[in-house]
T-cell receptor, first 115, second 109 residues
Framework: ETGVTQTPRHLVMGMTNKKSLKCEQH?????MYWYKQSAKKPLELMFV???????ENNSVPSRFSPECPNSSHLFLHLHTLQPEDSALYLC??????????????FGPGTRLTVL | DAKTTQPTSMDCAEGRAANLPCNHS???????VYWYRQIHSQGPQYIIH???NNETNEMASLIITEDRKSSTLILPHATLRDTAVYYC??????????FGKGTSLLVTP
């Protein structure tokens, strides 16, 4: 257990559905991240929040909409996704995002399949 | 962030030391070397990081060459549960961990 939980662990959705992924960290961290891992590709950073403020959007399509209501929770709202969006979505947290020598702690991920 | 080069795959016998190399010849003076691993279908797990000096923790040792252009992660007594993809990442600051393709380590009985 890393102290970062993600729900659901698996999600199957149609292209017209709206769903949300949830991440919660119990580590007292101030930075949270969304990463995407497609089959046979490296992890790609999607969004970064630092002290609840979005500090980075890595050119992610608008069909992915993040929300960070507080430093412990992070959501990824999904709508009108495409089959190529099927991937493992990983949440991570760290003490804060700009410091050096700080490790990130990852959740187990949500395996998303878009039909 | 500096680019890293790692072998695509390695094998190691159970109980032996696993030595995973990483080249980072363009590393700058204020960049840290991080190691993470990812067991199949799980989230990445932090292992260790260092700047200049060698580091050791309960999981592994990190040996950084004096010129800092390469490093080696050492798992002293590999077990079957150490089978995973190991990522060497060089990072100065900022937000993202730039994961490359890593080294796929297979520990065999």
């Amino acid at each position: 257990e890393t102290g970062v939980t993600q729900t659901p662990r698996h999600l199957v959705m149609g292209m017209t559905n709206k769903k949300s992924l949830k991440c919660e960290q119990h580590l007292g961290h101030n930075a949270m991240y969304w990463y995407k891992q497609s089959a046979k590709k490296p992890l790609e950073l999607m969004f970064v929040y630092n002290f609840k403020e979005q500090t980075e959007n890595n050119s992610v399509p608008s069909r992915f909409s993040p929300e960070c209501p507080n430093s412990s929770h992070l959501f990824l709202h999904l709508h009108t996704l495409q089959p190529e969006d099927s991937a493992l979505y990983l949440c991570a947290s760290s003490q804060e995002s700009s410091g050096r020598g700080q490790e990130q702690f990852f959740g187990p991920g949500t395996r998303l399949t878009v039909l | 962030d500096a680019k890293t080069t790692q072998p695509t795959s390695m094998d190691c016998a159970e109980g032996r030391a696993a030595n995973l190399p990483c080249n980072h010849s363009t590393i700058s003076g204020n960049e840290y070397v991080y190691w993470y691993r990812q067991i199949h279908s799980q989230g990445p797990q932090y292992i260790i990081h260092g700047l200049k000096n060698n580091e050791t923790n309960e999981m592994a040792s990190l040996i950084i060459t004096e010129d800092r252009k390469s490093s080696t992660l050492i798992l002293p007594h590999a077990t079957l549960r150490d089978t995973a993809v190991y990522y060497c990442i060089v990072r100065v600051s900022g937000y993202a961990l730039n994961f490359g393709k890593g080294t796929s380590l297979l520990v065999t009985p």
